[in-house]
């Protein structure tokens, strides 16, 4: 019942606002709230085909979808097809007729982010798009992030019906390995970085976090790994001079010197996700797997350890590796030697002034239709995505997609009475930033 009464009364909000959109403005509104059943059906047409990033037939039939839906909403298409090597499936690209046609564009010039692939494996189990209750579904992928790719194109698919893409310069790019980005990121992400270069604003539509809060930051991913080697012997020596204190406490003074360290630090986060020693280990980096053998009168001779880092700028990228360096380096306990290695993955969208422009369009577009400001999220609650790649080139803003619960989950879910005033709030701010 409460959560009744809080639809209501946004709505009765929105309903008080009409006055602050114009004419068109309007007529944008009323097309989406008369096509949202239709947006439920592509919604419920997405989530039900497999589309896990190395299902490549499946992200290709989801690609195929919303290739029809761009078209009707006016947009030329095409298929960027990925090398055989890399094992995916390549990405989707829709533009406006203005984005070849400089003279004939208006307003800023917009780069849209989708993505066709989900976390969902055809060997995982299924999870067909289902209504719980009158409000909310459940589906593979429905809020990360085939609801978000439904927002967009219902939103330009309104622009369309109005006549308000016909000057817009406008490309939309759904990638179909954002869950796991083909290797080397130079040819699974050139054309999409290429593409973006040559815009002016990135609107990225992964989870909403309700309706007045967007991303205007996310932090960046990257890996490390840790390998020591020490001596090895009968346990009965540890700890003294002449036999060493072995690979596993080394490993473990650095990691938690690690800890001790940066751990306090905002923004900044490091997981070992693997540690595995042993008096005979074995390790295969492609695969992320490795065996031992561990024996408790021997001391360990060797360790791996692997994990992530994340944090929200470069600069607080390389402070931290050199200080995991200085770490790893120094202070070594007998007969132990180690080494860190680093892995860039992706980028981070770092805070920016430009950023911020854009979040007061948005937040001018969400006063108007009485949800009120908008403001932004914790960069901290978010991972790395896609945006994150052409962060250093152009104005972003991400979250703009469908709200929800449970992404990555079987059991993932998304809230569809928020659905109609998230379509309207893209649609509108397309609109003004292309006006």
């Not at 709505?11 to 602050?20: I, V």
Request: charged fraction near 20%; aromatic fraction near 6%; include cysteine.
């Amino acid at each position: 019942m409460k959560k009744l009464l809080v639809v209501i009364l946004v709505a009765l909000s929105f309903t008080n606002a009409q006055a602050q959109l114009t004419k068109e403005e309007k007529k944008l509104m009323e097309y989406i709230d008369a096509n949202m059943p239709r947006a439920i059906e592509l919604l419920k047409e997405s989530v039900n085909v497999n589309s896990g990033t190395l299902n490549i037939e499946g992200v290709k039939k989801v690609g195929a979808i919303y290739r029809r839906e761009l078209e009707k909403a006016g947009m030329q298409t095409e298929w960027i097809s990925m090398p055989d090597s890399l094992k995916r499936a390549g990405h989707l690209v829709a533009s406006t007729p203005a984005v070849n046609n400089s003279k004939k564009s208006k307003g800023k010039k917009l780069f849209l982010i989708g993505h066709l692939d989900t976390v969902f494996e055809p060997d995982m189990p299924a999870n067909p798009f289902t209504m719980i209750n009158d409000s909310t579904a459940t589906g593979q992928g429905a809020n990360d992030m085939k609801g978000g790719d439904v927002v967009m194109i219902i939103a330009l698919q309104a622009l369309q019906a109005q006549g308000l893409l016909k000057d817009a310069a406008i490309t939309a790019y759904f990638t179909g390995d954002e869950e796991h980005a083909g290797y080397p990121r130079e040819v699974s992400r050139g054309d999409f970085i290429e593409r973006a270069k040559k815009a002016e604003v990135a609107l990225a539509f992964e989870g909403a976090n309700g309706l007045r809060s967007v991303a205007t930051a996310r932090r960046g991913a990257s890996g490390w790994k840790l390998e020591v080697n020490a001596k090895t012997g009968h346990s009965s020596g540890v700890f003294t001079p002449y036999a060493g204190y072995g690979a596993i406490y080394e490993a473990a003074r650095i990691l938690n010197s690690f800890r001790e360290q940066l751990s306090q630090e905002k923004y900044l986060t490091f997981n070992p996700g693997l540690f595995i020693g042993g008096s005979d280990m074995q390790y295969d980096d492609a695969k992320s797997f490795g065996s031992t053998i561990g024996k408790t009168n021997i001391i360990a001779p060797s360790t791996v350890v692997i994990g992530d880092l994340r944090f929200l700028t470069e600069e607080q990228k390389n402070k931290a590796r050199a200080v995991m360096s200085t770490i790893v380096n120094n202070n070594n306990l007998t007969g132990a030697r180690a080494k860190i290695t680093f892995q860039d993955g992706i980028p981070s969208m770092a805070p920016t002034e430009g950023n911020d422009k854009i979040l007061n369009i948005i937040s001018g577009v969400t006063v108007d239709m009485g949800l009120g400001a908008t403001v932004a999220g914790d960069p901290g609650s978010r991972g790395a995505g896609d945006i994150s790649y052409i962060a250093a080139y152009v104005d972003c803003i991400d979250g703009l997609g469908a709200s929800g619960k449970g992404a990555h989950a079987v059991g993932e879910t998304i809230n569809l009475n928020e659905l109609p005033f998230l379509i309207k709030r893209a649609a509108l701010t397309m609109h003004r930033l292309t006006k």
